[in-house]
């Protein structure tokens, strides 16, 4: 290539364009957001993805479920977010979330955010701590 | 005219000769030279610069239009002082200010290569108004209610220097198409 050519554009990928243009203006591009006004992800992430209740809990969290993402989209978001911004390694057994998954909880407003992901995180340190 | 000088061209006759004694010219060019070195210094100094700009910056071929204007086609959803007119640039604080991380995210088509690019807008934060280059363009933004997509908020709340606003910048974050 000539030094002079112009580099060639090089798109985002759709998941992660979709995570820049509906979290990271809180979350940043890395989800650590901003002590004591955006919770980080990173530490969350891994631990609230692992059952049920914190799947639930993440597609349910007003940033979330409230985005303009349709289902499917909201799924590649939060499972791309796993993969990339946890600070864990992801377990062999993840599983990505689905549009279907992501439909069954999206619907059922969360009211108590802040106590619940307390609840989830406290949850899940006692079964680490036994 | 009198032989003898007056007594106050005597004076000054010796002053202007004692500081010739004890002032070098080499030590006075060296000290100018000290000022301007150190003055040229002055921009390296810490300065927040809105994190680096993002990986896929258009080139300089393909990115038209002058980033202190309004029009300027990354201004395409900014509500605010441009940073470029104030000290800073289109991703970059001005000296004495710093970056507000949270802010909200937009894409503008950047005519010069037909690509949509992601753009990020910062808010440069903790000193008064710049009152510069304002500019109020608002394509795709969204209501206040819509807080994450609206662009009528001022961001510098969430920065680490409170709520006084100067700026705003429009990072490069990505392509979206």
């Known amino acids: 290539m000539q030094p002079w050519a112009a580099q060639p554009v090089v798109l985002t990928p759709p998941v992660q364009a979709n995570y820049m243009l509906n979290c990271m203006g809180c979350h940043l591009a890395d989800g650590s957001g901003a002590a004591g006004k955006v919770p980080s992800v990173r530490d969350s992430l891994g631990i609230l993805s692992r059952n049920s209740a914190g799947r639930r809990y993440l597609v349910q969290v007003p940033g979330a479920s409230q985005s303009p993402l349709s289902d499917l989209e909201l799924a590649q978001v939060l499972s791309w977010m796993v993969r990339n911004l946890s600070t864990q390694a992801v377990p062999p057994d993840f599983t990505d979330f689905t549009a279907a998954e992501v439909a069954g909880y999206r619907r059922s407003p969360l009211v108590d955010v802040r106590d619940t992901r307390a609840r989830l995180l406290e949850a899940a340190a006692d079964r680490v701590g036994r | ?177």
């Open chain 2, 1 to 177: 005219m009198p032989d003898t000088p007056s007594p106050i061209d005597a004076l000054v006759e010796r002053m202007a000769r004692d500081m010739a004694r004890r002032v070098s010219r080499r030590g006075f060019i060296g000290r100018v030279g000290a000022l301007l070195f150190s003055t040229a210094g002055l921009p390296l100094l810490p300065v927040a610069r809105g994190g680096q700009p993002g990986p896929a910056q258009p080139d300089a071929a393909t990115d038209p239009g002058d980033p202190q204007t309004c029009e300027y086609w990354r201004h395409c959803a900014t509500d605010g002082f441009l940073c470029s007119c104030c000290g800073g640039s289109v991703h970059s604080c001005p000296p004495g200010t710093e970056f507000s991380a949270v802010t909200w995210v937009g894409t503008c088509h950047n005519p010069g290569d037909g690509h949509d690019y992601i753009i990020s807008y910062n808010d440069c934060c903790g000193e008064s108004e710049c009152g510069r280059c304002l500019c109020s363009r608002h394509e795709d933004d969204k209501p206040l209610y819509v807080p994450f997509k609206a662009n009528d908020y001022n961001w510098c709340p969430g920065s680490k220097v409170g709520g006084a606003y100067h700026c705003t910048v429009a990072r490069i974050v990505g392509v979206a198409k």
